[in-house]
């Protein structure tokens, strides 16, 4: 049941497109398990959808016709999309098609009484992710101008450990000034990553950290070593309450279930 006067979004992440709609990674098209998984949330979304966040890994390739198609599929959905980048973007394309309304890169944006700031850990070359001194001192800013009201945090990388010591090993680099900056003003409700490819949510310094699993496949939680999920796709509901606290679901669609572990095709995370 949707409580009065909440926001419903919808949160999405590790596409990882190819310009081919045919383009394979960890065994799936990713294409196809893309299409499948916003019908899937648009189809049984239980209300209206005020938002839909997209956390980075949108093009494995870093295509501008990737980009384009993922824009056009994503404004077909009909609410406005919110996206960061992740380790796999190329910045000059993404910014160039994503930049432009009604999607929205990075930035801040009100949305009643919450804030939802987007943040940009991508590192050129690299696996991990650092927020610059300038991304940091506008996270800063952002958070004063909150004020009393509540704040979402959206950033690729971890910000806090899954418990996977490989994974983590891949995760935002200077995240101890990330958690230093949103402690001291004491107005960050939760924070949603990608990058992980699995479903986590815990509590670290009176703040929600979540992250969602990816729109292709997943990695098997809490391991020493990469090893692949029988997981399928999934993505993740949000609804953010006037009172500051948030309800969440985790869906999998269930008929993409694998059968046997995919194969681990990574170049990179």
């Known amino acids: 049941m949707t409580t009065a006067g909440s926001l419903r979004l919808l949160h999405l992440t590790d596409l990882h497109l190819f310009e081919d709609v045919a383009g394979e990674i960890y065994g799936v098209q990713t294409d196809q398990t893309f299409r499948a998984t916003l019908s899937h949330a648009l189809g049984s979304a239980p209300g209206p959808i005020d938002a839909i966040l997209v956390t980075g890994d949108i093009a494995e390739d870093g295509r501008t016709a990737t980009y384009r198609r993922f824009r056009e ?30 999607l929205q890169l990075c930035g801040t944006r009100r949305l009643d009484r919450w804030y939802v700031i987007l943040l940009d850990s991508h590192l050129p070359g690299r696996d991990e992710g650092h927020l610059t001194a300038a991304e940091l001192d506008r996270l800063d800013r952002e958070l004063r101008a909150a004020g009393d009201a509540h704040v979402l945090v959206c950033v690729h990388h971890q910000p806090v450990p899954v418990g996977s010591p490989w994974l983590d090993a891949y995760g935002l680099a200077n995240a101890g000034e990330f958690l230093s900056r949103i402690e001291a003003q004491g107005n960050v409700r939760a924070v949603v990553c990608g990058h992980v490819h699995q479903a ?31 997981a399928p796709p999934g993505y993740r509901w949000l609804e953010l309450l006037p009172d500051g606290s948030l309800r969440t679901e985790v869906v999998w669609l269930e008929e993409l279930r694998r059968h046997e572990r995919p194969p681990d095709s990574r170049q990179e995370i």
């Open 73 to 102: 599929e994503i404004l077909n959905a009909g609410p406005p999309v919110l996206c960061i980048p992740g380790n796999h973007e190329d910045r000059t394309p993404l910014g160039e098609i994503l930049s432009n309304p009604p």
């Open 200 to 230: 986590s949510d815990r509590m670290h310094g009176g703040v929600r950290f979540m992250s969602t699993p990816s729109t292709c496949a997943q990695f098997t939680p809490q391991t020493e070593r990469c090893i692949m999920d029988l």
